[in-house]
């Protein structure tokens, strides 16, 4: 059971930084095909991973590293598209509440829009705490993750529920 958390936390960190290795599709994969590991645990397995790959986006918004500079000047020079004005008031507003800026990204990291790794990048360089960042980014994530982990047992039990 070990084993396979660890490769699905593995995973999802792989996944953080590498698009084309996708976490919900090796999850249900794994929570399809796997006995003896409880979705939930998986569910969080994943939470655990991606969040620690992506921290080093939050830590690239931070200016940690070059990385982090070319990317912002890349979202600086976009300014014109659809969500330019949405980042703008997302940075304005956390700079004046962090609390705010956390709860938004908390709810955009359920679905994933805007882009988590891009909501990971403007949670650092808007000057949000690095505890703050890791706990709404694993409620988030978390949740995005555990119905993904679920869906597989959802669908097994909900024709039983319905009496079919």
């Known amino acids: 059971m070990i084993g396979w958390l660890a490769a699905t936390a593995g995973t999802a960190a792989l996944g953080s930084f590498f698009p084309l290795v996708n976490i919900e599709l090796y999850l249900l994969g794994v929570v399809s095909t796997v006995d003896g590991v409880s979705w939930w645990a998986l569910g969080?397995?994943?939470a655990v991973g991606q969040v620690a790959?992506?921290?080093?986006?939050?830590?690239?918004?931070?200016?940690?590293?070059?990385?982090?500079?070319?990317?912002?000047?890349?979202?600086e020079a976009g300014r014109h598209g659809r969500w330019a004005a949405w980042f703008d008031k997302f940075h304005q507003r956390t700079a004046e509440r962090p609390w705010w800026g956390l709860g938004v990204l908390c709810l955009t990291a359920i679905p994933g829009l805007p882009p988590y790794s891009l909501m990971c990048l403007l949670s650092g360089a808007a000057g949000l705490p690095l505890l703050g960042f890791l706990a709404a980014s694993l409620v988030g994530r978390g949740a995005h993750f555990l119905v993904v982990a679920g869906a597989p047992e959802l669908l097994h039990w909900l024709p039983t529920a319905l009496g079919s």
């Open 53 to 75: 790959g992506k921290t080093l986006f939050y830590f690239a918004g931070r200016g940690g590293f070059a990385l982090g500079e070319r990317l912002l000047k890349r979202v």
């Open 44 to 46: 969080l397995a994943a």
